[in-house]
């Protein structure tokens, strides 16, 4: 019986599952930042809101607004320096991924650099806007890259 060669590339269902990973640890580093930043914002507003049975004044909605885009815009930087800190440094790349035994290497091979992990970073933001479709590129490629492994030059290895 004639078993077929293993990629050495790292696949979609390796790497989702490596996201899955990386997300819940962003996700536990970031929820006290909510609760710090946003939530006591909110629930004055929330609370006077029912208290005066009226709905929110303009003023309490850019509040609560301002609350959120603070809270999104910190968010987003702890996930770009998580991600392209990680995948510039030995390991290659973030815990997920590290776990998983992936690593993220230049086309000949080598460790990328902060700038290069910064573009595969927001080029992950793109492959996002237009429908997921730059990470289902993944399952169909033959070197399993994602639009934003072709925008910054890079592949995902097994090791």
């Not at 019986?1 to 269902?13: K, Q």
């Not at 609370?47 to 303009?58: G, M, T, V």
């Not at 230049?106 to 990470?135: P, Q």
């Amino acid at each position: 019986m004639a078993f077929a060669p293993s990629s050495p590339y790292g696949g979609f269902w390796i790497r989702f599952l490596a996201y899955i990973i990386d997300r819940i640890i962003l996700s536990t580093v970031a929820a006290p930042f909510y609760f710090i930043l946003v939530l006591p914002r909110i629930l004055p507003i929330i609370e006077d809101a029912q208290r005066n049975q009226e709905p929110p004044s303009p003023e309490m909605i850019g509040t609560i607004i301002a609350s959120a885009v603070l809270y999104g815009c910190l968010f987003l930087l702890g996930a770009w320096l998580y991600d392209a800190l990680l995948t510039s440094s030995a390991w290659q790349g973030t815990v997920g991924k590290k776990v998983l035994r992936l690593k993220v290497t230049d086309e000949a091979g080598n460790r990328i650099s902060f700038a290069r992990a910064t573009g595969r970073f927001f080029g992950k933001i793109v492959s996002t806007l237009i429908m997921y479709i730059g990470f289902i590129m993944i399952a169909f490629t033959d070197r399993k890259r994602g639009l934003h492994d072709m925008i910054a030059g890079t592949l995902v290895m097994k090791y």
